[in-house]
Every structure is written in C-alpha cells, then in structure tokens.
C-alpha cells in the first residue's frame, strides 16, 4: 500500500493533469487502480483531505468533486454538461465577504456556480 504522501502527490498529479475538469474521490481511486496503484478509496479521500487541508486542492461542492486550488478569491463556476471548471477572480467581492463575516470565526468562503458554459449553451 502507498505510503500517504507519495499518495497525495500522485492524486495532486491527477488533479492537474485533468484541470479544468475536476474529478470525484471514487473517480480518482479508480484512476489509481487502473495505474496498478492498490490504494483503497478511504486512503485516497484521506489524501484529498491533507491536500485540502494543506491548500493545494479545493472542493467543488455544486460538481461533489475535487481540483486543484488557483485563485484563492475566485467565483467558482462549473458547466454541468461538459465539467469544466472556471474561476474568475473576485478580490472585491471576497473582500466584502469577509467584511460581512467579521464576527464569524474561521469563516470560509465558498461561492459556486453551477450551469452551463457558453460553448455548451450553443449546441
């Protein structure tokens, strides 16, 4: 069985090879396991988890799966039909956010979209 932080980089590398798509933790264990890594679904959410934990991977909860982190102030918004993941920064926004949630402690902000992109609109 993998030891968990070459797991962590191994579901890291996932992730990033497959942005801007972001993918479940079965997902990412049957990927593992189709590479011949032997690594149950419980340690791969565990390894998401530190990753998350140590601010490399976000949760994309209107798409119930995981991406790498890149703008730490972005609107997330996900297409439905196609899974990609876009985010547009919102330094403004998140800064009043946080002004709102002033007497709140270990506030997270989390802003999703979920519907369909431009390209899949058109079709």
Do not use: N
């Not at 030891?3 to 993918?23: F, G, S």
């Not at 490399?56 to 039909?81: E, F, M, N, Q, T």
Request: positive net charge.
């Amino acid at each position: 069985m993998p030891r968990p932080a070459p797991l962590q980089d191994h579901v890291l590398r996932l992730l990033q090879d497959h942005d801007p798509r972001p993918l479940t933790g079965l997902g990412l264990a049957a990927m593992l396991r189709a590479e011949g890594h032997a690594a149950p679904a419980s340690l791969v959410f565990r390894a998401i988890r530190r990753l998350i934990d140590r601010g490399l991977v976000r949760k994309i909860h209107v798409a119930s799966a995981y991406a790498p982190v890149g703008d730490s102030c972005a609107i997330i918004l996900w297409c439905r039909a196609c899974g990609e993941v876009t985010e547009i920064e919102s330094a403004d926004g998140f800064a009043r956010l946080r002004r709102a949630a002033a007497g709140l402690a270990d506030a997270r902000y989390i802003v999703e979209l979920a519907g369909r992109c431009s390209r899949c609109a058109a079709l």
